[in-house]
């Protein structure tokens, strides 16, 4: 199983960027799916997730200016951020529960990271 990052960059403060993480592999389902980043020299923290029923939730950092959403027939998550400011600027990654063929349960796969800029 694989999951593979795309969509990061750099873009100006008040930008929007569109970031997508597509699974492939031995895949059975995949539950929820989640995005994460990573700033320099901090803790990985949760940006926001979904279920595979679609529902949401987010870090208080960035409601109300990103949102999540999968395609489940692609195996695929999105996020679009709006409103970037500097304090987004991190390695973004992509996380998801994932039961293979002939599995009993799910395991987290993770992707191996986008980076994203914001900067004059």
């Known amino acids: 199983v694989q999951l593979v990052e795309s969509g990061g960059g750099l873009v100006q403060p008040g930008g929007s960027l569109r970031l997508s993480c597509a699974a492939s592999?031995?895949?059975?389902?995949?539950?929820?799916m989640g995005w994460y980043r990573q700033a320099p020299g901090k803790q990985r923290e949760l940006v926001a997730t979904i279920t595979r029923g679609g529902s949401t939730e987010y870090a208080h950092s960035v409601k109300g200016r990103f949102t999540i959403s999968r395609d489940n027939a692609k195996n695929t998550v999105y996020l679009q951020m709006n409103a970037l400011t500097s304090e987004d600027t991190a390695v973004y990654y992509c996380?998801?529960?994932?039961?293979?063929?002939?599995?009993?349960?799910?395991?987290?796969?993770w992707g191996q990271g986008t980076q994203v800029t914001v900067s004059s």
């Open positions: 592999g031995s895949i059975f389902a995949i539950s929820a």
């Open positions: 996380k998801g529960d994932v039961t293979q063929l002939g599995a009993l349960y799910g395991t987290d796969y």
